[in-house]
């Protein structure tokens, strides 16, 4: 609400009958020594609709009698309101009258400059920048970065190309430099905006932001350390300071340095016990401690501020999960409203619902979020049909795919599922057509890449396809175990053995499942490494007892571990 409109300088004059500004020996813009009748009535009239909210009305008055009367104090109201509701093109007309009139008056100018940078012309732009700051010399000029962040890569650098020759005219002007600075930030020109927050440092030692600017500036090129030792500068400066202890803390996690990190979230909470950015993240400090008691007292203690509830609830009820108070956790998870974790939340209470043998309550669950949340109904989908693969209900999984796919067609998360359905199905037309669309989408998708590749290769003969694919996907993926694993069968399909080998080997020791296991157990099993054969599977056994694939595997090889 635009409450700021009060009667300008210029009305308050006109109510004493008074000129609203004396006239300046050689003044070409000598001002009106007396106002008409009407003109007071329309001032009055645009101040009386500003406070009523009808910005057009004071925004149109205002710009008719700037131009009327040709008086400083109106025009630069006609800026203020425009600027303020967002007419730019009013304000760009307002703000080039207003430097008319009074050209020596340096917020005219910085209006102006202001308004030209909207109209993308920078050049002018910045030549009336130049004349505020000859004006006045450390005046504040934060609307530089704040543009900046709505404009294009290709804006922003004019933008920055014709503030260059500014820095080394106006050093000492902190906001200035700082601001150039902040706009080199948005365009990722991370090490000028570094070296322009050095010099500011240098000269402008007591200058909190851009200590703040220059640690931000090196965590950002992951230069953590760099990062760390500007802050522990900073907080010799400004000793105890919030925010840059915060951001220490922060630090020292990303060094994963999780005890320091912890000991500093402690601190704070001494200083600061019920302020909920410091006590989520002890929180969070405490659980990768292990120390669960102490995270769950901080967790609680957000609960009775009724600050962050939904992340206290969630971590409480991994907690309580974790500690096999199942129903704990259900309470607390069935309590979110939303947040960052109310999708994993929901996927944690589908597991307990499970894991109690409460199928049906699980599905109602799920189908219920479905039908009132719709933002996230395609993640609903999802886990919907996670549960009934998991029970083995395949059918009824391709249904809701069929039913999801048919209001999310392009969804290429939904499309993969079908085709793993599919695929439980033996339906390999339907598995083909999916993982193709999803890569007529997206040709880098690694995952539907190989998943194609590595079925044709098991289900059928098409196995140059299945190798082109596949290497298609290792050159994206080039470290994948699941590509390893897939590209290691198809040479063995191929009768490759010695290349399937050696794949299958580099694919187990990064992540030895039970597929992985079948497939390299099956190649020591070609080349008469029986016994070798024979102990992958049996361990793999001893790891994953149900696993399905290893037991096919054996009865189809007729083998008895």
Known sequence: MLNRFMLVPALSLILLGLPSQAAL???????????????????????????????????GNYLLESHRTQDPGVTARATQIAQYIGADQAALDAATLWVKLDKNNPQAQIALSSELVK?????????????????????????ISVQGVDMTEGSRELWLESLTPLVGRYKQNQALLFNIASLHQQQDNNDAALAICDDLLKQHPEFYPAWSLKARLLATQNKFEDALDTVNKALKRFKQDKAFTLLKARLLIKQKNVT??????????????????????????????????????????????????????????????FNGENDAALNHYLAMQGGREYLAAQAAIVNIYLSKGEQKTALEHIRQLRNLDHENQQ??????VDILNRTKQYDAALNVLNAALSAYQDNTDLRYSRAMVSEKLGNIAQ???????????????????????????????????????????????????????????????MGRLKDALELLQQAFAVFPDAEVAAHLGEVHWALEEKQTAKDIWKKALEKAPDSQIIKDTLQRLEVEL
Request: glycine share 4%; no cysteine; net charge negative.
């Open 25 to 59: 020996p050689g003044d070409e813009n000598e001002a009106p020594q007396d106002y008409s009748v009407n003109t007071f009535y329309a001032l009055l009239v645009a101040e009386m609709a500003g406070q009523r909210q009808l910005y057009d009305v004071a925004l």
């Open 119 to 143: 109209a993308a012309r920078f050049n002018e732009s910045a030549l009336h920048l130049q004349a505020a700051l000859d004006l006045e010399p450390l005046l504040n000029v934060n609307f």
């Open 431 to 493: 598995l083909e057509q999916d993982l193709e669309h999803i890569i007529s989408l997206d040709p880098n998708n690694a995952t539907a890449l190989n998943a194609l590749g590595y079925t044709l290769a098991d289900r059928t003969s098409r196995l140059d396809e299945a190798l082109s694919l596949i290497k298609k996907a290792l050159a994206i993926a080039p470290k994948d175990p699941a590509i390893l694993d897939s590209l290691g069968w198809v040479y063995y399909r």
């Open 260 to 321: 320091a990190a912890s000991k500093v979230f402690s601190e704070l909470n001494e200083q600061y016990p019920d302020d909920a950015h410091i006590l989520l993240p002890l929180a969070l400090t405490q659980l990768e401690m292990k120390d669960n008691l102490g995270a769950k007292l901080s967790l609680q203690k957000l609960l009775n501020l009724q600050q962050m509830q939904d992340e206290a609830h969630y971590y409480l009820g991994r907690i309580e999960q």
């Open 379 to 384: 993640a609903y989908f999802l886990m919907e």
